[in-house]
């Protein structure tokens, strides 16, 4: 039950930061009328992309569970601090509340020129999946790596971190291969102009996050 | 017991150290070249001293005697530094030691000493607190992380070759601060007096009537001390405008005695106007006593005097600060009402609100008929609705323009006053942009280059 709602949390939060600078400059990037240039290497990148952000999801994710368990986490009150700070970050979610702290870094842009795309985009994969070398788009993301930590359960580790970086890959790679098109960039353009989709998005990290917290508070 | 809080207040030293220079990069940086570090590896040296000094302070925390003998070690290093600095004449320039805020000086060694000799009798005074080297490392990790994190706007001015007069050259801008105040000198027209007379260095602030920034920027430009302050506005002052090829407002120019141009650049705030003055300063006082402050020019080009806080940013900050000003290296496409705001469509829409406008800069709806701000058909004097205009991609306009071919092609999101903004090139396989300076790749593709920039604002906070 943990695990599962941990990775649905972990999926909810990535997608919500494709809502970011660097998410939305990866559907670009990776559009056929993109950087691309090709449906042929969109489609190549967007598979790098994926790979990427799976990779840096488990290293970020994965590192910090594996850190609780060096440092002896584990226990009910390791569990009972993660639970709080899942109740104080799903509350913030709900609140459609500015991330704090926020990590103003965005992605390289000239990796795009100067790198053939594909390996441009596993790379840009890896750091969006990295979480915290890029802007923040939910609190859930902080929160989700002090339950890491807090449970210190490498195997969980890894899956909060696989289900994030599906997460982040999932919305680039959903659309920048129709980026192009009129209904693609009706897709992009909405993301960017209906605040009410990242607001609803949010309150589904809000609910996601506080059945993390109950399920960590019961555990 | 004593023993251990020394431990504990060396090491948050030394992270303080730490997270001050990660706080702030470019300021480190300046500071590391005052030191004779050359502008190529001063990236490197920042991201060292960075993860030496944390690094040090993880283990102070965690009661390592061989953390205080290395941090000993590192800070009798950084005095010899110091020391040579100072007999070089370096006095007052930036030391770097917490971030970019204090200034090389006696003080400032004998400060280090301190410190250096404190770190060396830690173990003589005792076992240290003994934390576990895992958390005091994560601690110190964590306080790096989110300082360097909370680096924000540019704290200098953003000084770009090729943009406003040249530097180190007389410029004519001289000529209106020579007339009486707030009047014309030798015939010339405007340039309102506004600040104290006689400073020790120029300031011309250029500003214009429709700049949101110019409102914040001007009114802090009267508090700075020491500077004689003209501003001269887009619209009343074209002649100063166009004598120091401004590229955009706010911009300000520092001059000497001699009308010299001392130091450039666009601001969009009091801190990075108060860098202009501050560099115009420190370069003259480089030149009059040709100091070692000049060695600071490794950092970036034209960055000769070390005594700033910026006039030298990163070509990353200024690509940010560039966009988030609303001011562009490359200049925004001609667009019928200013900045270069576009919808997703690239037609144009007025930057203030977002609202759509036609081609003549009108207030559309969305049959495209003019409206009045309140969104009520205008019509002529007899009372019928006054006839559509055409409404252009303003990419496309541009090319009509100017005569060439040209294409929207790639785009880039950035985060820009708390929004995400799409920074959206206009390429044409012209070799020069629209200011005439030698075009950039920037976001084009297919050998095309960068002839004008704009933007489309979306509604994601960031």
Known sequence: MLTAVLVVTALAAGVTGAWSPC???????????????????????????????????????????????????????????AAVVAVAAAAAEARGLRIAPQIRRQVPEAWRRVLPVPLAAAGYGVLLGLGFTTFVLSFAVWALAGASIALGDPALGLAIGLAFGAGRALPVILLAPFAGSDRGGAVTAAMCERPAILLGLRRLDAVALAACALVLGTA | MVATIAWLLTGAVLLAA????????????????????????????FAALVVVEAALAAGLAAGFDAAAYAAALVL????????AALARGGAGAPCGCFGAGGRLSRAAAGRTALLASACAVLPLLGAGPGAPLVWTAAVAAGVVVLAAG????????????????PLNEPSPLAAWFEGPAGGAADGLAGGAADGSAGGDVRLALFTSPG??????????????????????????????????????????????????????GTVNDARQLRSIAEAGRARRTATSRRAFLGRAGGVAAGAAGAGMVGAVIRPGDAEAYHFCGHIFTTDGCPHPTGLPRIDRRGLPLRARDGRRVDDLGRLIDRSGRPVDEDGIALTDLDGRPLPPSPRTPVCKLTGARYGIRVRTDGAWYRCCGGRVRKLVDCCSPNRTRINGDRALRGYCYDKRKVFCVMYFQSSVPC
């Open chain 2, 18 to 45: 730490a997270a001050l220079k990660a706080a702030d990069r470019t300021g480190t940086m300046v500071a590391l070249a005052a030191f004779g570090v050359p502008g190529r590896v001063a990236g490197a040296a």
């Open chain 2, 76 to 83: 009798t290093g950084f005095l010899v530094a110091q020391l």
């Open chain 2, 150 to 165: 909370r680096r924000s706007a540019p704290r200098g001015a953003l000084e770009v070759d090729g943009e406003g007069p």
């Open chain 2, 211 to 264: 700049c949101a920034l110019c409102k914040r920027v001007a009114p802090t430009a009267g508090a700075l001390d020491g500077v004689e302050l003209r501003r001269f506005d887009e619209v009343g002052d074209t002649e100063a405008w166009a004598a120091a090829r401004v590229p955009g407002a706010p911009f300000a120019v520092a001059l000497g005695d001699d009308g010299v141009v001392l130091a450039k």
């Open chain 1, 23 to 81: 998410g939305l400059s990866m559907v670009e990037t990776l559009a056929p009328n993109g950087f691309a240039r090709r449906l042929r290497t969109s489609l190549v990148s967007c598979a790098t992309f994926a790979l990427g952000a799976l990779a840096g999801g488990a290293v970020t994710f994965g590192g910090l569970a594996l850190a609780g368990a060096a440092l002896g986490a584990g226990g009910a009150a390791a569990a009972g601090a």
